[in-house]
């Protein structure tokens, strides 16, 4: 009875209709499209630099690697099928297809949280502890890289073996964990709060703790390099960065994170139908929006990072100036074919009064350089002159009609 109430609970409550305004879906949609090309590109040239300066990479910049990873992750699994159901004013999936969703979105959420925890204790220890901090190896980023997603997948894991549940987003075109689930079972309850308190809580204090500590560290050592030496060297530089750097990343987490987590666990555990689904929707976006953080935050503070796609661009340049000179030869081929045709039309054109044209002037058609001029193409530059036809008596006779009289030349004119 338990299994078919429970079945019959996820089939009503996976109607996958939208809760909210089509007006919000549509803006939901725009949204989730900027996001997902904005992290596509900056995650991608994170990695690409990382990938150019692999050979110099540090131990922690690992984690950066592997954030963006996690990052991108949630890019492709999540933001596309977003992006059309919101458009769509409904989920444009079925129920598998919701929990496979819901299921990548734990992972890589999860992932990128527990790696900003552990890049955080990385960057105490070699602040803070520099006599372990500096014995931190390659060695010691794989494992613990490997612990991050073994962390992550735990949680992730979980609702599919029955400890939780995967369900439909309250605002209905998109899908996560069941919040509402406790509710209805005990598991699902238990299972909300050690998510709550081992994926938000302890890494919440992790990163504050690390970053504080960190900060009065630089602050002490601060003060002791200006009672030596100037301000202005590369250790007060390298400060002022870890400080910029600290500063960036804990307003991004708290900044993507928080929002949702007080969302949920308000209709987790207080009253959910006090909880307007399109609460439900901004805190989403908030959430997703950590897949732009961290690339900015790292490709602007970080300056070997920055210096490495500075060169690489730079590179990118000469390489696509020297396709285009190797292109230059057949253009100005191209260039002089159509001068000769150009000269050839104009030795063919004749006068409207059937008179040819004076050879010797300078063709009209023809807009010869100094080049063309000087290896006689098209001649020396020559004014033409006009002549006119004047009928006096039975007969003919042509003159140039600046030999006219002025009389005659106005009424000819």
Wanted: with cysteine; charged share 10%.
């Amino acid at each position: 009875m338990g299994n078919a109430s429970e079945a019959s609970w996820f089939s009503q409550s996976s109607s996958f209709l939208s809760t909210i305004s089509k007006e919000h879906d549509i803006l939901m949609g725009t949204t989730y499209f900027t996001f997902g090309i904005l992290s596509l590109v900056g995650n991608g040239i994170l990695l690409f630099v990382a990938y150019r300066k692999k050979s110099s990479l540090k131990p922690a910049e690992f984690f950066v690697i592997n954030l963006s990873i996690s990052d991108l992750g949630i890019t492709i699994s999540l933001f596309p099928l977003a992006t059309s159901s919101a458009f769509a004013h409904k989920w444009l999936g079925n129920e598998t297809t919701c929990v496979i969703y819901a299921f990548c979105g734990v992972l890589f959420g999860l992932a990128s949280l527990t790696n900003l925890t552990v890049l955080s204790s990385v960057c105490w220890l070699k602040v803070c502890v520099p006599n372990f901090g500096s014995k931190f190896s390659s060695c010691h980023a794989y494992l613990l890289i490997v612990g991050v997603w073994c962390y992550s997948l735990i949680f992730a894991i979980g609702p599919l073996t029955g400890w939780g549940r995967y369900g439909s987003e309250p605002y209905g075109t998109a899908c996560c964990i069941d919040w509402y689930a406790p509710n209805h079972s005990t598991a699902a309850m238990s299972y909300i709060v050690c998510l709550f308190v081992f994926c938000y809580i302890i890494p919440c204090i992790i990163i504050f703790l690390s970053y504080v500590f960190i900060l009065l560290t630089v602050k002490g050592s601060r003060q002791a390099v200006q009672q030596h030496m100037s301000p202005q060297n590369k250790i007060a530089n390298a400060h002022t960065l870890i400080v910029k750097l600290s500063v960036a990343v804990c307003i991004g987490f708290l900044t993507a994170w928080s929002p949702y987590a007080f969302v949920s666990m308000w209709a987790a555990f207080v009253n959910k139908t006090e909880v307007p689904p399109f609460a439900f929707a901004v805190a989403a976006i908030f959430a997703k929006s950590s897949t732009l953080y961290n690339p900015i935050i790292y490709l602007v503070f970080k300056p070997n990072f920055r210096k490495s796609l500075c060169r690489d661009w730079l590179t990118c340049r000469r390489t696509l100036c020297a396709c285009i000179c190797k292109r230059a030869p057949a253009q100005k081929v191209s260039f002089t074919l159509s001068s000769q045709r150009r000269r050839e039309e104009c030795n063919s054109t004749r006068l409207s009064n059937g008179l040819p044209e004076n050879h010797g002037g300078a063709c009209r058609h023809c807009q010869c350089s100094e080049r063309d001029t000087g290896s006689g193409g098209c001649g020396p530059e020559t004014t033409p002159q006009r002549t006119a036809r004047i009928l006096q008596g039975s007969t003919h006779s042509e003159m140039v009609v600046s030999q006219l009289s002025n009389e005659m030349q106005s009424d000819f004119l």
